[in-house]
């Protein structure tokens, strides 16, 4: 399995980190990709990856904080994005539930960090919350870069919408939430091609661990429910969502070839 959407640079991980990582690979998580929120985080990211093997680590900006965005933050992450394990952009995008920062900024903060990953030729990991429309019509501006739609909470008619724009779309704890039938029922709808699974741990830890910190080794629970939606062996799913996210970040082969 590939843990595609973590933040084991959370600092509720930074006393056991390593138990964590140790913990995930018993589970039968061969990769965990680390997603940064800010540059604390992105650089944190990095460092796990540098320290172990199995960990990549994506750089980027939250919508919350797009109000702390300025030329010489743009400069940083273009550099700290030219790291040999940084594998995408992200996570970015438009939060308007929270709207810790202006939608105006935010709205301009994420074209930023688009055009970036377009620079770089790298994907994009995407945030979208409260704002599908917004985030839609943004991600048409840049039709070259491909993009992962994290958590994705949307309308089934939105996912269609995206993977007609060749996009991922990844599914975390909330889908085995006892109450999310709608959910469940978009995810029916999408084929495992085009699915990547995800903790977003620390939080949206699955059932039956919900209250708990959530960690990678959790994953196989979303394995599951992913396997029993689809009506499908949890063999394929597994197989299936490891391959999507090797195609989508690119994650170089054992020649070290991307």
Same mark, same amino acid.
């Given at each position: 399995m590939i843990d595609s959407h973590a933040h084991l640079n959370d600092p509720r991980f930074a006393e056991d980190v390593a138990e964590v990582v140790t913990r995930?690979?018993?589970? @039968? /998580?061969?990769?965990i990709v680390n997603v940064g929120y800010d540059w604390t985080s992105s650089l944190t990211a990095v460092e796990l990856a540098e320290r172990f093997p199995g960990l990549w680590a994506v750089v980027g900006l939250h919508p919350h904080d797009a109000k702390l965005w300025d030329e010489e933050l743009h400069r940083r992450f273009q550099e700290l994005a030219g790291h040999a394990k940084v594998l995408a952009i992200g996570e970015t995008g438009l939060d308007y539930y929270y709207d810790n920062s202006p939608r105006d900024e935010q709205r301009a903060v994420f074209r930023q960090q688009l055009a970036l990953a377009q620079e770089l030729g790298l994907p994009v990991v995407i945030h979208s919350r409260e704002a599908a429309q917004d985030t839609l019509d943004i991600l048409k501006e840049y039709p070259d870069i491909t993009c992962l739609l994290?958590?994705?909470? @949307?309308? *089934?008619e939105m996912a269609q919408t995206y993977l007609q724009m060749g996009y991922y779309l990844s599914f975390g @704890? +909330?889908?085995t939430f006892q109450n999310a039938?709608? *959910?469940r029922s978009v995810v029916a709808g999408i084929p495992l091609e085009r699915i990547l699974l995800e903790t977003d741990c620390p939080y949206l830890t699955p059932h039956p661990h919900r209250g708990k910190r959530n960690e990678p080794a959790f994953l196989g629970l979303i394995a599951e429910k992913l396997a029993e939606i689809h009506g499908v +062996? /949890?063999?394929? /799913?597994?197989r299936k969502t490891a391959a999507n996210a090797r195609?989508?970040?690119?994650? +170089?082969d054992e020649e070290g070839k991307r």
């Open positions: 995930a690979q018993e589970a @039968g /998580v061969e990769a994290h958590c994705y909470s @949307g309308s *089934l @704890g +909330p889908i039938h709608k *959910l +062996p /949890v063999e394929e /799913v597994v195609r989508f970040f690119r994650m +170089p």
